[in-house]
């Protein structure tokens, strides 16, 4: 059986608003994140961690920051591409685990509606989604308040035949010419 771990992190800054989105929840704060996207930084470790279970590159390489397309955009269309992946390469998400790290806001009474925020588009049981929470001792730059940063692991069980995946070919620099002989 093809079982599969991948591990996602993520860091986003604290700027102007009234609250962040945070695995699919906006979590009211005297801040908001800054991002390209909504910046839910969550769910943005989670997409990676599923991304990188399947050796497919990162959120960045889907979505590049630099494409005016997905300015504004609701994180909940990256996680439910990577989704879609997970699908068409006959894999099932058995389990996942999300860590924010900040001093606030408190992650604690938000929890069972990250979860089912993340059951919800993933279609994967609450139960088998966890989200936690954890300071930095107010150390670094979450202790200092400046931004959120996220970690994510994500289980893959493959439940249908392996579709094959073509691997690109590595780039191979040209051949210096040979030096002319006298
Ligand atoms: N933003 C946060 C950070 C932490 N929590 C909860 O507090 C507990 C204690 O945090 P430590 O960093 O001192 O271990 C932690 O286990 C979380 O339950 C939180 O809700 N929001
Ligand atoms: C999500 C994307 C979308 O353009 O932008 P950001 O919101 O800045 O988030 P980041 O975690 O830096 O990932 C890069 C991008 O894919």
Same mark, same amino acid.
């Given at each position: 059986?093809?079982?599969?771990?991948?591990?996602?992190?993520?860091?986003?800054?604290?700027?102007?608003?009234? $609250?962040?989105?945070?695995?699919?929840?906006?979590?009211?704060?005297?801040?908001?994140?800054?991002?390209? &996207?909504?910046?839910?930084? $969550?769910?943005?470790?989670?997409?990676? %961690?599923?991304?990188?279970?399947?050796?497919? $590159?990162?959120?960045?390489?889907?979505?590049?920051? &630099?494409?005016?397309?997905?300015?504004?955009? /609701?994180?909940?269309?990256?996680?439910?591409?990577?989704? &879609?992946?997970?699908?068409?390469?006959?894999?099932?998400?058995?389990?996942?685990?999300?860590?924010?790290?900040?001093?606030?806001?408190?992650?604690?009474?938000?929890?069972?509606?990250?979860?089912?925020?993340?059951?919800?588009?993933?279609?994967?049981?609450?139960?088998?989604?966890?989200?936690?929470?954890?300071?930095?001792?107010?150390?670094?730059? @979450?202790?200092?308040? /400046?931004?959120?940063?996220?970690?994510?692991? %994500?289980?893959?069980?493959? @439940?249908?035949?392996?579709?094959?995946?073509?691997?690109?070919?590595?780039?191979?620099?040209?051949?210096?010419?040979?030096?002319?002989?006298?």
């Amino acid at each position: 059986m093809d079982i599969r771990t991948g591990n996602g992190f993520d860091v986003h800054r604290f700027g102007p608003g009234d $609250g962040c989105w945070l695995c699919g929840v906006k979590v009211a704060h005297d801040r908001g994140l800054m991002g390209h &996207s909504d910046a839910d930084v $969550g769910m943005h470790a989670l997409t990676d %961690a599923i991304y990188g279970a399947l050796c497919e $590159g990162d959120i960045g390489q889907h979505f590049p920051p &630099s494409d005016p397309q997905w300015k504004g955009a /609701e994180s909940r269309i990256f996680l439910a591409h990577a989704m &879609s992946r997970v699908a068409a390469r006959g894999f099932t998400l058995t389990h996942a685990d999300v860590t924010l790290i900040c001093e606030f806001p408190k992650i604690g009474p938000h929890t069972v509606a990250m979860r089912q925020a993340l059951a919800a588009i993933t279609g994967v049981d609450a139960g088998r989604i966890s989200v936690k929470a954890t300071t930095s001792e107010r150390l670094g730059f @979450t202790g200092r308040g /400046e931004g959120i940063a996220a970690m994510a692991t %994500a289980t893959l069980v493959q @439940t249908a035949p392996m579709q094959p995946v073509p691997i690109p070919p590595t780039p191979v620099a040209p051949t210096p010419p040979k030096p002319v002989q006298a």
